[in-house]
């Protein structure tokens, strides 16, 4: 049964700070890797989507890593804002899992002005 | 990237009441959709798989007979929670995708309060 696992549950940085959110999963046979940013009380917005082929995604100041073999994913945020504040998630599709996403925990981020 | 519009986005209602709540994609056909719950500060937790035309597969856990879900069309899915109690007061969301395999997209929530 796959499992997600993301570190840290919760961080708080200085704005202007480069960061790095954890994302770790137990089944390396993965068809692709998503990243999403939900807002309090709101739904979730898709920020990076890396197929299992892929090393990494970017997106402005935005830039999610993947190692299939060790199970593993990062999202660097470059210069963080305090618009930045959100929880992060990531979610696999596995192979065995049927279309389905399994999602991590989160990791709550602030942004401190 | 691709709209998912949830209806409604807040609802209240009694204990005993049938609350149904449509889920939309905008700009493309989803082969598939799907319906998490989500409580506070915690993760989503899928409730049930639904394909166009054919009968939703629900979770391990979830009443199927309790949480109706109708994905009549391949644009348009509803989860009906019927005889609703005050421990079914959540925070509901639906995502869908194009294909099998692409990108997963949200609608922004339902909040659901059953007094």
């Known amino acids: 049964k796959q499992e997600v696992t993301q570190i840290p549950a919760a961080l708080s940085v200085p704005e202007g700070e480069n960061l790095v959110l954890n994302c770790s999963f137990t089944d390396s046979a993965i068809y692709n890797l998503q990243w999403f940013r939900q807002d309090p009380g709101k739904g979730l917005t898709s920020l990076l989507l890396i197929q299992s082929s892929q090393r990494e995604q970017t997106s402005g100041r935005l830039n999610a890593s993947l190692d299939k073999s060790s199970g593993r994913s990062t999202l660097y945020i470059a210069a963080s804002q305090p618009g930045d504040s959100a929880t992060y998630l990531c979610?696999?599709?596995?192979?065995?899992?049927?279309?389905?996403?399994?999602f991590g925990q989160g990791t709550r981020l602030t942004i401190n002005p | 990237g691709a709209v998912v519009s949830q209806h409604p986005s807040r609802v209240i209602c009694k204990s005993g009441t049938s609350v149904k709540i449509e889920c939309r994609s905008l700009d493309f056909q989803a082969t598939t959709m799907f319906w998490y719950r989500q409580f506070p500060k915690q993760s989503l937790m899928l409730m049930a798989t639904?394909?166009?035309?054919?009968?939703?597969?629900?979770e391990q856990g979830v009443e199927k007979d309790k949480f109706l879900i109708n994905h009549a069309s391949l644009t348009l899915s509803t989860l009906t929670v019927t005889s609703a109690h005050p421990e079914d007061s959540s925070f509901y969301i639906c995502?869908?995708?194009?294909?099998?395999?692409?990108?997963?997209?949200f609608g922004e929530g339902s909040r659901l309060t059953v007094l």
């Open positions: 979610a696999v599709t596995s192979v065995q899992g049927a279309q389905k996403l399994v």
């Open positions: 995502s869908a995708k194009a294909s099998a395999f692409g990108e997963l997209f």
């Open positions: 639904s394909n166009e035309g054919s009968k939703a597969t629900y």
